[in-house]
């Protein structure tokens, strides 16, 4: 457990230390920032008729501006984990140290977890906006930020599973693109399909697992959802690994 600790220090303080990190934040709070103000000018002109209480309804997952960067910020943050050090050659050093495949790959997504989580904390910003202008349900924001974890969970665990798998960066960013791309779009097919197959893509919907918690609606299957998805692509990430220090 300490050499997963170790791993994922040394990746969160490598991303930090280089101005990737500061440019896709810095990016991504433009985009979250102008995504709110587009919400909350939209409920200031028409108030309840903007189909939400409050603008954080629509904010986190009431629209696809709340997914559509996630196809482009998630494989950048995650096309670097273990695809960048197959190109400089560290991973097999790193595998050929006592450190178990389970420890890099836990580390490696702890790393990427504090990304995420780093993604969202300027949105804390928009919910105390919200609340000096009218009254906001703070178990409704809670379930939303519950919603935002989830998929950060299995969000992350994809691209790390594609950085596995990829032999370079932007091999592992596509990868992680048309994974995440088929999800949501295999969500909307809800929209088109009817009886059982409708139900069935419903809950394999992101939308609409997003939709139930930026309502407050905390589901227990949507979060059995998020962690399955996830423990299925780090597992696959260990058996890649096991594979390549087979191989070496």
């Known amino acids: 457990m300490r050499s997963t600790f170790v791993i994922a220090s040394r990746e969160v303080r490598s991303f930090f230390a280089s101005p990737m990190a500061y440019v896709v934040l810095m990016v991504w709070t433009l985009w979250s920032g102008l995504s709110y103000y587009f919400f909350a000018s939209l409920y200031a002109m028409n108030g309840s008729q903007a189909g939400t209480d409050t603008p954080l309804s629509s904010f986190f997952g009431g629209t696809i501006l709340f997914f559509l960067p996630q196809l482009v910020f998630v494989p950048v943050l995650t096309m670097r984990l273990l ?10 050093l790193l595998l050929t140290a006592p450190v178990s495949e389970v420890s890099v790959v836990l580390g490696k997504y702890l790393a990427a977890m504090v990304f995420w989580v780093a993604l969202w904390l300027p949105s804390l910003l928009y919910v105390w906006i919200t609340s000096r202008f009218g ?27 594609a950085s596995a798998l990829a032999r370079n960066q932007m091999i592992a960013a596509v990868m992680t693109f048309f994974f995440l791309g088929g999800l949501f779009l295999l969500g909307i097919g809800q929209y088109v399909f009817m009886d059982a197959t409708r139900d069935i893509l419903a809950y394999l919907s992101v939308w609409s697992h997003m ?38």
């Open 83 to 92: 695809a960048d050090e197959r190109r400089s050659g560290s991973l097999e």
């Open 135 to 161: 009254a906001v349900d703070m178990g409704t924001v809670a379930a939303s930020y519950v919603g935002i974890l989830g998929i950060g969970v299995y969000n992350m665990a994809i691209g790390l599973l």
């Open 211 to 248: 939709q139930d918690f930026s309502k407050g609606i905390v589901d227990s299957r949507d979060l059995v959802y998020d962690g399955s998805i996830a423990v299925l692509a780090l597992f696959l990430s260990v058996r890649a690994l096991a594979a390549r220090r087979d191989a070496a």
